[in-house]
């Protein structure tokens, strides 16, 4: 059973769509929360994947932060895979156009 802030962050996380990226952080301030380290948390235990597009979640600075609960290169690689099927591009570990792209 999922608490009521995971409830948020999956809700507003559906709301991403195909093509566009958020960051931790303002995934955090759209359910009016500071806890951005804690929407990682929540993602990074996410049962409801893809339905709720955690690929589409980064760093602030466009870089590809963690996926399924961590940074390993694997987990990183099948994170690239998915955001470039879906039309994002990036280069040397970051989103390119990060500021365009983002939701």
Same mark, same amino acid.
Do not use: W
């Given at each position: 059973? +999922?608490?009521?802030?995971?409830? *948020?962050?999956?809700?507003?996380? !559906? !709301?991403?769509? &195909?093509? *566009?990226?958020? +960051?931790? *952080?303002? #995934?955090?301030?759209?359910?009016? /929360? @500071?806890?951005? &380290?804690?929407?990682? $948390?929540?993602?990074? !235990?996410?049962?409801?994947?893809?339905?709720?597009?955690?690929?589409?979640?980064?760093? /602030?600075? %466009? $870089? #590809?932060? %963690?996926?399924?609960?961590? @940074? $390993? *290169?694997?987990?990183?690689?099948? !994170?690239? #895979?998915? #955001?470039? +099927?879906? %039309?994002?591009?990036? @280069?040397?570990? @970051?989103?390119?156009?990060?500021?365009?792209? +983002?939701?």
């Amino acid at each position: 059973m +999922s608490t009521e802030f995971a409830q *948020k962050v999956y809700e507003a996380l !559906k !709301k991403v769509p &195909r093509g *566009k990226v958020i +960051s931790y *952080k303002r #995934l955090a301030e759209m359910i009016g /929360s @500071k806890a951005y &380290r804690a929407v990682g $948390s929540v993602l990074a !235990k996410n049962p409801y994947a893809p339905v709720v597009p955690c690929h589409r979640v980064v760093a /602030s600075d %466009g $870089s #590809l932060g %963690g996926f399924m609960g961590s @940074k $390993s *290169k694997n987990n990183l690689i099948k !994170k690239q #895979l998915l #955001l470039n +099927s879906e %039309g994002v591009i990036i @280069k040397d570990g @970051k989103i390119v156009d990060f500021e365009v792209i +983002s939701f």
